[in-house]
């Protein structure tokens, strides 16, 4: 959802390499956008809700400004997956989980990586801040296993076992 509330995006799921923008009160299709050479996994809005970051199958992320729907970056997890990506609470930094193992955070000014987290040792499936961003915590298909990381210190500070999928 954008965080008003009007919007809600999703990746496509029929393959065809798009994001759909959907109004939340008729349920419309209001934008549909186009970029990705592959299938988009992983869609997130920043805090403020003026981009929205797109996580796909062809390695890259995309980042749209949400007044023109249009692609105003593009950041490349070189030869990997992006599972996932999600902003940091304060809009600063945008963190992206990937099939190569790591998660890479991005400063969203520069849009240059500021740090590659490795501690997994299967797929990033998904990434998450915590509400005031102290903390990423980070999934895999590793079996039951979810890490935590400090977000000052950028190391691993935490692993979670049990009934996690």
Do not use: C, F, M
């Amino acid at each position: 959802y954008s965080p008003d509330g009007k919007y809600l995006a999703s990746g496509s799921a029929n393959h065809d390499n798009t994001i759909r923008i959907w109004d939340t009160v008729t349920w419309q299709t209001v934008q549909t956008l186009q970029g990705h050479t592959n299938t988009v996994i992983s869609v997130d809005y920043s805090p403020d809700g003026k981009h929205l970051a797109s996580g796909s199958e062809d390695s890259t992320i995309r980042v749209w400004d949400t007044l023109k729907w249009q692609s105003v970056q593009t950041l490349t997890h070189v030869g990997h997956e992006v599972t996932s990506v999600t902003y940091s609470p304060d809009g600063k930094h945008l963190a992206s989980g990937s099939s190569g193992e790591t998660i890479r955070i991005w400063d969203t000014v520069t849009w240059r990586s500021v740090q590659t987290l490795r501690g997994h040792t299967k797929i990033v499936s998904s990434v998450n801040y915590s509400p005031d961003g102290k903390y990423l915590a980070s999934s895999s298909w590793e079996v039951n296993t979810i890490l935590i990381w400090d977000t000052l210190k950028w190391q691993s500070v935490q692993t979670l076992q049990g009934d996690i999928w």
